[in-house]
């Protein structure tokens, strides 16, 4: 019995070691991975950025009539998060992975969900390109 009782005490000792100490903070990974289609979205211009987002809100279901705004906000958790206005005053939040995979949201519910704001970074806000195009057809 006294075996048993000492073996006890020793786990429950083993089991505390440490508890006092703080834990150690996890390592910042300053690494940025992006993949290929991510990369292109920032060398796109407006026009093709604008037909891009578009096509990725279509794909998950959801509507925009006439996109009138991009940009690019931040990166969140490995990911790009982009944002588009449609002429329906909706702005939707596109999170994109390195694995190409988008999510999107409407940018109302963001703040309220504890997701970034979707504010544009400046330089990369964008229209729809759609006025250099018609400048260039009237010339």
């Known amino acids: 019995m006294t075996r048993q009782a000492a073996l ?17 903070q996890p390592v910042q990974n300053d690494i940025v991975v992006r993949s290929s289609a991510q990369q292109q979205l920032f ?20 509507r925009c009539g006439q996109m009138v705004s991009t940009g690019y906000v931040t990166r969140f958790k490995d990911m790009d998060m982009w944002t588009a206005t449609c002429s329906d005053k909706r702005q939707w939040a596109l999170f ?3 694995n190409d995979s988008v999510q999107v949201r409407l940018c109302d519910d963001n703040e309220k969900i504890g ?9 990369t806000e964008g229209g729809t390109g759609l006025d250099q195009l018609n400048l260039a057809n009237a010339n």
């Open 8 to 24: 006890m005490i020793s786990a429950i000792f083993l089991a505390s070691c440490g508890k006092n100490e703080p834990a150690a």
């Open 115 to 123: 997701l970034p704001a979707c504010k544009v970074q400046p330089g």
């Open 43 to 62: 060398d796109l211009n407006d026009l093709d950025r604008a037909i891009a987002l578009k096509r990725a809100i279509a794909d998950q279901g959801l």
């Open 96 to 98: 994109i992975a390195a």
